[in-house]
């Protein structure tokens, strides 16, 4: 049994091992995540539905799981609204677009490196410090200064260069996604999300 996971680059795919041993910790059996990765968010918006329905209808996924940045995700979000009505309005839109129960959008508020932010020890000695002051609600890290816009002026701070595929994939290897739910409630929201399909597959 396995769920597809739509990403829009590269670092989200380090996303499926990390949502596959928050899954197996609550399973009976063992499930895969497979990421399916379209080439940034404009590829994704023109393709995910098509791909979405052709995965359903095969009869080979739990689910189909798709996942955006909220953080530079190329959509009209109704004008002036709060971080909650722009993600529920955006989640309710691409749903439309497939109109299948098996078929959940998610979106990372604002970027998947904000659940990397729950948790400092993570991170190189030089620079726990200066995380310890957005680990509580790193998903307030907002579209002003977003999370790896953030991580690169802390590594640049520390003498080094943050690589946001090879640096990303490592840290999420590192995180505990029991930390990074307890701190990130967007993300709860799309665990849990799978856990019940999983459960009732």
């Known amino acids: 049994m396995k769920f597809a996971l ?14 596959k041993r928050w899954l197996d910790s609550k399973l009976s ?5 497979k990421p399916v990765r379209f080439k940034g968010c404009g590829d994704y918006l023109s393709n995910f539905a098509q791909r979405a329905k052709r995965d ?12 955006l940045d909220l953080y530079g995700a190329a959509l009209r979000f109704p004008h002036n609204s709060s971080i909650d009505a722009k993600y529920n309005w955006a989640k309710a839109e691409l749903e439309r677009q497939v109109e299948h129960s098996r078929f959940r959008q998610h979106f ?3 970027e998947t490196e ?13 620079i726990r410090p200066r995380m310890e002051k957005f680990a509580d609600r790193p998903e307030s890290v907002d579209f002003q200064d977003p999370p790896a816009k953030l991580l690169r002026h802390l590594y640049a701070a520390a003498g080094r260069d943050y690589m946001k ?3 990303g994939a490592a840290l999420f290897g590192k ?11 967007h993300l709860n929201l799309l665990l849990s999300d799978m856990l019940v399909l999983a459960t009732a597959a």
Do not use: K
């Not at 739509?6 to 949502?19: D, H, I, P, Q, W």
């Not at 659940?115 to 030089?126: G, N, T």
């Not at 995180?175 to 409630?185: D, G, I, M, Q, W």
């Open 29 to 33: 059996h063992r499930i895969e995540v």
């Open 56 to 67: 359903l209808d095969s009869g080979r996924v739990i689910a189909v799981i798709g996942l």
């Open 114 to 126: 904000a659940w990397l932010l729950s948790d400092p020890s993570i991170f190189p000695a030089a």
């Open 6 to 19: 739509y990403v829009e680059g590269y670092t989200e795919r380090a996303l499926s091992l990390f949502m």
């Open 165 to 167: 595929v090879t640096d």
């Open 175 to 185: 995180l505990n996604p029991e930390v990074a739910c307890a701190r990130c409630p």
């Open 108 to 110: 990372a508020v604002h």
